[in-house]
Protein backbone atom coordinates (compact mmCIF):
# COMPACT_ATOMS: atom_id res chain seq x y z
CA UNK A 1 0.00 0.00 0.00
CA UNK A 2 0.92 3.46 -0.86
CA UNK A 3 1.23 7.45 1.07
CA UNK A 4 -0.11 10.06 -1.92
CA UNK A 5 3.35 11.16 -3.33
CA UNK A 6 4.59 7.45 -4.26
CA UNK A 7 5.81 6.89 -0.17
CA UNK A 8 6.09 3.35 0.83
CA UNK A 9 3.88 2.48 4.38
CA UNK A 10 6.52 0.49 6.51
CA UNK A 11 4.60 -3.16 7.48
CA UNK A 12 5.71 -5.43 10.00
CA UNK A 13 5.62 -8.77 10.98
CA UNK A 14 4.87 -9.61 14.70
CA UNK A 15 5.67 -13.20 16.07
CA UNK A 16 7.63 -15.54 18.19
CA UNK A 17 10.10 -17.80 18.36
CA UNK A 18 10.31 -20.84 19.77
CA UNK A 19 7.58 -21.77 22.82
CA UNK A 20 6.57 -19.08 24.85
CA UNK A 21 4.09 -18.53 28.29
CA UNK A 22 0.81 -17.51 27.58
CA UNK A 23 1.75 -13.71 29.22
CA UNK A 24 4.32 -13.29 26.62
CA UNK A 25 1.79 -14.65 23.51
CA UNK A 26 -0.73 -12.31 25.05
CA UNK A 27 2.33 -9.54 24.93
CA UNK A 28 2.42 -10.46 21.00
CA UNK A 29 -1.08 -9.99 20.69
CA UNK A 30 -0.92 -6.17 22.26
CA UNK A 31 2.02 -5.65 20.24
CA UNK A 32 -0.08 -6.11 17.07
CA UNK A 33 -2.75 -3.77 18.01
CA UNK A 34 0.07 -1.38 18.89
CA UNK A 35 1.33 -1.66 15.23
CA UNK A 36 -2.24 -1.26 13.83
CA UNK A 37 -3.22 -0.86 10.91
CA UNK A 38 0.02 -2.10 9.39
CA UNK A 39 0.06 -5.27 10.78
CA UNK A 40 -0.84 -9.07 10.46
CA UNK A 41 -2.79 -8.91 13.59
CA UNK A 42 -3.97 -12.83 12.67
CA UNK A 43 -0.55 -13.86 11.50
CA UNK A 44 -0.45 -17.91 12.69
CA UNK A 45 3.14 -19.38 12.99
CA UNK A 46 3.80 -23.13 12.96
CA UNK A 47 6.95 -25.22 14.15
CA UNK A 48 7.33 -25.71 10.63
CA UNK A 49 7.85 -21.99 9.81
CA UNK A 50 11.78 -21.06 10.13
CA UNK A 51 12.68 -17.15 10.05
CA UNK A 52 13.54 -17.11 6.06
CA UNK A 53 9.97 -17.92 5.44
CA UNK A 54 8.96 -15.00 6.77
CA UNK A 55 11.62 -13.12 5.10
CA UNK A 56 11.09 -14.55 2.06
CA UNK A 57 7.06 -13.79 2.28
CA UNK A 58 8.12 -10.34 3.05
CA UNK A 59 9.47 -9.18 0.15
CA UNK A 60 5.48 -9.86 -1.65
CA UNK A 61 3.79 -8.33 0.74
CA UNK A 62 5.35 -5.21 1.39
CA UNK A 63 6.61 -6.16 4.72
CA UNK A 64 9.36 -3.70 5.64
CA UNK A 65 9.72 -4.92 9.20
CA UNK A 66 10.04 -8.02 11.96
CA UNK A 67 9.44 -7.82 14.88
CA UNK A 68 10.71 -11.29 16.76
CA UNK A 69 9.73 -12.28 20.50
CA UNK A 70 11.61 -15.28 22.44
CA UNK A 71 12.15 -16.68 25.36
CA UNK A 72 14.87 -18.81 27.35
CA UNK A 73 15.84 -19.43 30.75
CA UNK A 74 17.13 -15.88 31.55
CA UNK A 75 14.15 -13.73 30.45
CA UNK A 76 12.09 -12.71 27.47
CA UNK A 77 13.70 -11.13 24.41
CA UNK A 78 12.93 -8.71 21.56
CA UNK A 79 14.54 -8.43 18.23
CA UNK A 80 13.34 -5.72 15.79
CA UNK A 81 14.69 -6.52 11.92
CA UNK A 82 14.02 -4.58 9.10
CA UNK A 83 13.89 -6.34 6.30
CA UNK A 84 15.07 -8.24 4.02
CA UNK A 85 18.87 -7.47 5.16
CA UNK A 86 18.94 -5.72 8.25
CA UNK A 87 20.03 -4.41 10.67
CA UNK A 88 18.70 -6.28 13.59
CA UNK A 89 17.95 -4.84 17.00
CA UNK A 90 18.05 -7.13 20.51
CA UNK A 91 16.26 -6.59 23.37
CA UNK A 92 16.00 -7.78 26.95
CA UNK A 93 12.62 -7.24 28.20
CA UNK A 94 13.15 -6.63 31.96
CA UNK A 95 8.98 -5.91 32.91
CA UNK A 96 6.07 -5.48 30.95
CA UNK A 97 2.40 -4.67 31.46
CA UNK A 98 -0.80 -6.09 29.23
CA UNK A 99 -3.60 -3.97 28.06
CA UNK A 100 -5.86 -6.09 29.97
CA UNK A 101 -4.10 -5.45 33.42
CA UNK A 102 -3.92 -1.46 32.80
CA UNK A 103 -7.98 -1.96 31.70
CA UNK A 104 -8.41 -3.57 34.98
CA UNK A 105 -6.89 -0.74 36.81
CA UNK A 106 -8.57 2.01 36.11
CA UNK A 107 -11.94 3.11 37.53
CA UNK A 108 -13.71 3.71 33.85
CA UNK A 109 -11.69 2.04 31.27
CA UNK A 110 -11.58 3.05 27.71
CA UNK A 111 -13.12 0.49 25.17
CA UNK A 112 -11.47 1.34 21.70
CA UNK A 113 -13.04 2.01 18.93
CA UNK A 114 -11.66 3.59 15.52
CA UNK A 115 -8.22 4.46 17.51
CA UNK A 116 -6.56 1.52 15.58
CA UNK A 117 -7.65 2.61 12.62
CA UNK A 118 -4.86 5.13 11.84
CA UNK A 119 -0.96 4.62 13.35
CA UNK A 120 0.31 6.30 16.29
CA UNK A 121 2.46 9.28 16.59
CA UNK A 122 5.71 8.42 17.69
CA UNK A 123 7.55 10.31 20.19
CA UNK A 124 11.34 9.61 20.91
CA UNK A 125 12.48 10.82 24.74
CA UNK A 126 15.92 11.28 25.12
CA UNK A 127 17.61 9.69 21.85
CA UNK A 128 19.90 12.64 21.66
CA UNK A 129 23.26 11.14 21.23
CA UNK A 130 26.42 10.67 18.83
CA UNK A 131 26.85 6.99 19.93
CA UNK A 132 25.57 4.81 16.89
CA UNK A 133 23.35 2.62 18.81
CA UNK A 134 21.62 5.40 19.70
CA UNK A 135 20.64 6.67 16.58
CA UNK A 136 20.33 3.50 14.88
CA UNK A 137 17.59 2.75 17.57
CA UNK A 138 15.65 6.40 17.43
CA UNK A 139 15.53 5.94 13.40
CA UNK A 140 14.68 1.85 13.48
CA UNK A 141 11.58 3.31 15.74
CA UNK A 142 10.54 6.12 13.79
CA UNK A 143 10.47 4.44 10.63
CA UNK A 144 8.09 1.52 12.33
CA UNK A 145 5.52 3.60 10.88
CA UNK A 146 4.46 6.21 8.16
CA UNK A 147 6.09 9.63 8.77
CA UNK A 148 3.23 12.48 9.50
CA UNK A 149 2.60 15.30 6.97
CA UNK A 150 1.51 18.21 9.43
CA UNK A 151 -0.02 20.03 6.36
CA UNK A 152 -2.26 17.09 5.81
CA UNK A 153 -2.94 15.18 9.00
CA UNK A 154 -6.58 15.33 10.00
CA UNK A 155 -6.54 15.91 13.82
CA UNK A 156 -9.36 12.91 14.26
CA UNK A 157 -6.96 10.96 13.31
CA UNK A 158 -4.63 11.23 15.98
CA UNK A 159 -5.63 9.16 18.81
CA UNK A 160 -2.87 7.58 19.74
CA UNK A 161 0.93 8.29 20.67
CA UNK A 162 3.62 5.33 20.93
CA UNK A 163 6.62 7.05 23.69
CA UNK A 164 10.09 5.20 23.39
CA UNK A 165 11.99 6.72 26.07
CA UNK A 166 15.68 6.12 26.80
CA UNK A 167 17.00 6.57 30.20
CA UNK A 168 20.39 8.44 30.72
CA UNK A 169 21.44 6.90 33.55
CA UNK A 170 21.10 3.08 33.02
CA UNK A 171 20.70 2.97 29.06
CA UNK A 172 17.74 1.19 29.22
CA UNK A 173 14.48 1.87 26.64
CA UNK A 174 10.49 2.01 27.50
CA UNK A 175 8.03 1.59 24.84
CA UNK A 176 4.43 2.91 26.05
CA UNK A 177 1.50 2.85 24.13
CA UNK A 178 -1.33 5.79 24.96
CA UNK A 179 -4.74 6.31 23.63
CA UNK A 180 -5.49 10.15 23.65
CA UNK A 181 -8.47 12.13 23.34
CA UNK A 182 -8.90 15.32 21.30
CA UNK A 183 -11.01 18.13 22.44
CA UNK A 184 -11.17 21.45 20.81
CA UNK A 185 -10.08 24.24 23.20
CA UNK A 186 -11.88 26.91 21.76
CA UNK A 187 -8.83 29.09 20.54
CA UNK A 188 -9.49 30.71 17.16
Given at each position: QEKTGGERVPKSFVLRRGKVPALVRELIKDTRRMMSPFTALKLTERKSN????????????????????????????????????????????????????????????????????????????????????????????????PAIDVDSVKLSECRRVLLFHRDKETGEYQLRHYVVNVKSAGIT
Open positions: SLQDFVALSGTLGVSHMLCFSTTETGTYLRLAKLPRGPTLHFKLESYCLAKDVAASQRRPHSPQTEFLHPPLVVLNNMQSDAREIKLTAVMVQNLF
